[in-house]
């Protein structure tokens, strides 16, 4: 769904920023204990154990922002997709 509002401008999970920002979000996660990232191409766990959140990073260097999403997603605009 989120990769459908933005389009391609999503970068792919597997670059360095994408990478970078998933694991501040699982930190984050794992330290207050409210759910775990989750590989964003994978169908959706029934009845997950914990919440599943899925991280994406988009290149747009007009937006400075952050959000989460109910549902699980957290959306970061990237002024640079190859870094943090």
Not at 63 to 81: E, M, Q, W
């Amino acid at each position: 769904m989120v990769a459908q509002e933005v389009g391609k401008k999503v970068i792919p999970q597997n670059a360095p920023a994408s990478l970078f920002v998933a694991r501040v979000a699982a930190a984050i996660l794992e330290k207050n204990k409210i759910g775990v990232i989750v590989d964003r191409n994978a169908p959706p766990t029934p009845n997950p154990v914990v919440p599943e959140w899925q991280v994406f990073v988009v290149d747009e260097p007009e937006i400075k922002n952050a959000f989460v999403i109910p549902g699980g997603s957290s959306l970061r605009y990237s002024t640079h997709a190859s870094g943090p």
